[in-house]
């Protein structure tokens, strides 16, 4: 089993331009959520997908969205990207309503 | 919303005990949970509380008070490899289902 997968691992760009992040889910699970991580704080909440919708959504704003695929794989999309978008791009996944959520290595997103 | 406070540094001596307290305020709830996360990693599911009273796991045990909106994580035998980060997380209910929402987390020393 390979676990929850993302990619890129690391990924440079440039203000206004848009990023597109990628997660695989660990098998087996349904529900994938993605979380900002900045440095030494916890993980922010961004959204949640599940059957291929959006059902729950963090303090972000409307540049960031976001797809569940029928294979139950995700993409986050930020658009005009800020230098404060610079951060850990988390993906979580689980069985749905279960207690545990298992992570991916994450996206290192710098946006110079 | 939701609001998770625990201290964001605790120093301790190798081979000792250490507590890390977490409370927390949050519109919906159905429990409590511990992740670690060293320095470049993913976090990592520790344990998880629904109920009040203390959860043993080999070293680490967690303790739930529903009544005060408080838990915590206890380490014995403290480990150089336990230096890490440690978020307390409440699986909030939401809209139609649940998200789990992160504290900031509390940086471990130990000490030799």
């Known amino acids: 089993d390979a676990g929850v997968t993302q990619s890129p691992t690391h990924l440079i760009k440039t203000r206004g331009q848009q990023v597109t992040l990628r997660c695989s889910p660990k098998s087996g699970h349904d529900t994938v959520s993605w979380y900002q991580q900045a440095l030494g704080q916890g993980p922010q909440f961004i959204f949640q997908?599940?059957?291929?919708?959006?059902?729950q959504r963090g303090n972000f704003p409307d540049r960031f969205s976001g797809h569940q695929f029928p294979n139950y794989s995700s993409e986050l999309n930020v658009n005009a990207l800020l230098l404060g978008d610079s951060a850990l791009y988390l993906c979580a996944s689980r069985e749905y309503m279960n207690t545990e959520a298992f992570f991916g290595q994450g996206t290192r997103l710098t946006v110079v | 919303g939701q609001s998770l406070e625990q201290p964001s540094e605790v120093t301790a001596v190798e081979g000792a005990i250490v507590q890390i307290n977490c409370t927390y305020q949050t519109s919906g709830f159905y429990g409590l949970s511990w992740y670690q996360q060293h320095d470049g990693g993913a976090p990592t599911f520790l344990s998880y509380n629904a109920l009040d009273g203390l959860e043993e796991t080999g070293r680490f045990s967690s303790f739930l008070s529903r009544s005060d909106s408080y838990g915590y994580l206890l380490l014995q035998e403290l480990q150089m490899k336990d230096s890490a980060s440690y978020f307390c997380?409440?699986?909030?209910?939401?809209?139609?289902?649940?998200?789990?929402?992160f504290g900031k987390g509390t940086r471990l020393h130990i000490l030799p």
């Open positions: 997380a409440v699986r909030d209910e939401g809209r139609r289902d649940d998200k789990i929402i």
């Open positions: 997908y599940y059957e291929e919708e959006e059902r």
